[in-house]
């Protein structure tokens, strides 16, 4: 990752607390870890917690784990964990040590059977509902289990038996004993081990019993000498068991749990959950498509990891619950594309122009700059031909007062090229135009003297004969309200914007841009930024619209909040 990033990075109460510490000499060095548990693709909520985890460590000197929360084997895959690794290197990250909770399996069930030979933990043989009703309201105490007072050698004894695998699913779990009229419901006897008869992508059949999340994470951190456990404020109510547990275990470091502001944008969902039934229904073709905010999936749309890890630090690190505007996410990417995209000609929906006037046959080689503000990017030859194809806007036969582009009768300039006047206007037996008739002005080429005569209008345009036909695909807003979802009596699906996607089969774009590969962006003159998609080929082009050259959904966001 460039130092630019870090360099200007805005301050925040979590940087703020760790510089004060480190001035204290309260640590050597900060680390800190990325826990994702790999049971889905990562997706925008995710990255703004892979900027901060990794970018503070490597601004003050330290280090950050890549650790995996694999203590659910029922629903973890080894294609999510090579998905996660696969979108961390491409925000631009190197963990130090790539880590496991299944790594510390063992480390994690001699913890509870200290806590269970100390007194703290019990083995309890109620079912889940029983556990459930039990544990109380806001405002009415948890109610002690039974077995709360169980003997420490026999609960010792059973859950033993329960390692063994003597137990079936639900026969019993284990509990820490902490308080069951807490205000904090997490400390009412929590559930720590559950019996799950359920191979384990890496540990095998090895185990049977697996701890649950708040028990594997605090003491996860502690093992790998983590310092500063930064999670998202949902987590906020988990602390208290994470420092209780760290408390009462023998664990060999201290971690600090701090909690931030996840992640909201507007126009989308960032809910496991509710991505995972989008794919599942088919409302997407798959997590990597490009409406989706997964970050494989914003990537395949021809999002840059520097626009993502700029946005992550624009909006700033703070404790207060807010929606990010989509259109910021989007500006990012226009900021950083504006420099680094070459400028190539595409048409997008054509309509044929016949210049009268130019030689058939004949092909003449325009000069073209790649990019207008930067000459390093040089300069390409573009084919200007007798026959050529504009956009469809680009002609209005019936054209109000403030219409400049083409009419019949009016003149435009060709990008790059000269005037032309359309004289002839040609259609089909529907009425329909199929093609003009123009004539350009030879004198109004560059470099002669009537290069200098003004026209209102200036369109882009491809040569019919070299142009290359390709598949584009327009992709917009997955949804059309700002919070799909936040009404509660409708089903979020029903707020899926019936637009968000526009293929376009034949589409004509500059000869030699069939050759680029996913990644290589490119500026399509007034029309936006695009990317080649992973399905295209030189035979078969295709490409994906990252973001418009304007933002045209802000109005409407105004309106709809």
Wanted: charged share 30%.
């Amino acid at each position: 990752m460039s130092s630019s990033d870090t360099a200007t990075a805005p301050t925040n109460f979590i940087r703020n607390r760790i510089r004060k510490e480190l001035e204290a000499g309260q640590y050597d060095q900060i680390v800190t870890r990325f826990p994702p548990e790999p049971n889905g693709y990562l997706h925008m909520g995710h990255a703004k917690s892979i900027v901060l985890n990794f970018s503070l460590p490597e601004e003050f000197g330290g280090y950050t784990n890549l650790r995996f929360d694999d203590t659910n084997p029922a629903k973890e895959e080894q294609r999510y964990v090579d998905a996660i690794k696969e979108d961390v290197r491409w925000l631009g990250y190197e963990w130090k040590k790539e880590c496991y909770a299944s790594d510390y399996f063992k480390t994690l069930y001699d913890y509870a059977l200290h806590l269970i030979d100390n007194g703290l933990a019990y083995i309890d043989s109620q079912d889940a509902d029983a556990i459930r009703e039990q544990r109380g309201t806001l405002t009415e105490p948890g109610i002690p289990s039974p077995d709360r007072d169980r003997d420490p050698a026999e609960s010792r004894d059973l859950f033993e038996r329960m390692r063994a695998g003597e137990f079936e699913d639900g026969t019993y779990v284990l509990r820490a004993k902490i308080d069951m009229a807490a205000p904090n419901i997490n400390l009412r006897d929590p559930v720590i081990y559950r019996i799950r008869h359920q191979a384990h992508p890496r540990t095998g059949t090895k185990w049977c019993i697996y701890p649950s999340y708040d028990f594997a994470h605090g003491q996860s951190d502690a093992i790998e000498q983590i310092t500063h456990s930064l999670c998202t404020l949902e987590f906020e109510d988990h602390r208290p068991l994470y420092d209780w547990l760290i408390e009462h275990l023998p664990v060999s470091s201290r971690p600090y749990q701090i909690e931030f502001s996840r992640l909201n944008l507007d126009f989308t969902v960032l809910s496991k959950r509710r991505l995972t039934r989008l794919v599942e229904e088919g409302h997407v073709d798959g997590w990597d498509d490009p409406r989706m905010p997964t970050l494989a999936g914003i990537r395949r749309r021809g999002f840059t990891p520097e626009s993502i890890r700029n946005f992550c630090t624009e909006i700033g690190v703070t404790k207060s619950e807010s929606i990010i505007p989509f259109g910021e996410l989007e500006r990012n990417l226009r900021d950083d594309l504006n420099v680094r995209a070459p400028r190539r000609m595409a048409v997008l929906r054509p309509l044929k122009l016949v210049l009268t006037n130019f030689p058939a046959g004949e092909t003449e080689w325009i000069e073209a700059a790649n990019h207008p503000q930067d000459p390093d990017f040089g300069t390409r030859k573009v084919a200007l031909t007798r026959e050529l194809y504009i956009e469809q806007d680009d002609f209005m036969e019936e054209a109000p007062k403030k219409f400049f582009r083409l009419k019949p009768g009016g003149e435009v300039r060709l990008r790059n090229a000269f005037i032309i006047q359309c004289d002839e206007v040609i259609k089909d037996d529907a009425g329909n135009v199929v093609e003009l008739h123009c004539s350009f002005d030879p004198e109004s080429r560059s470099g002669l003297p009537g290069a200098d005569r003004k026209v209102k209008g200036t369109i882009h345009w491809v040569s019919a004969e070299s142009a290359v036909k390709a598949e584009v695909r327009l992709y917009d807003r997955l949804f059309n309200i700002p919070h799909p979802g936040g009404d509660k009596a409708r089903d979020f699906v029903e707020h899926l914007n019936p637009e968000s996607l526009e293929v376009l089969e034949d589409a004509r774009l500059e000869a030699g841009i069939e050759d680029a590969k996913p990644g290589e962006h490119f500026q399509f003159e007034r029309l936006g930024y695009f990317v080649p998609d992973p399905d295209s080929t030189p035979e078969r082009p295709v490409f994906n619209r990252a973001v418009t050259l304007r933002d045209t959904w802000a109005k409407l966001e105004k309106q709809l909040r």
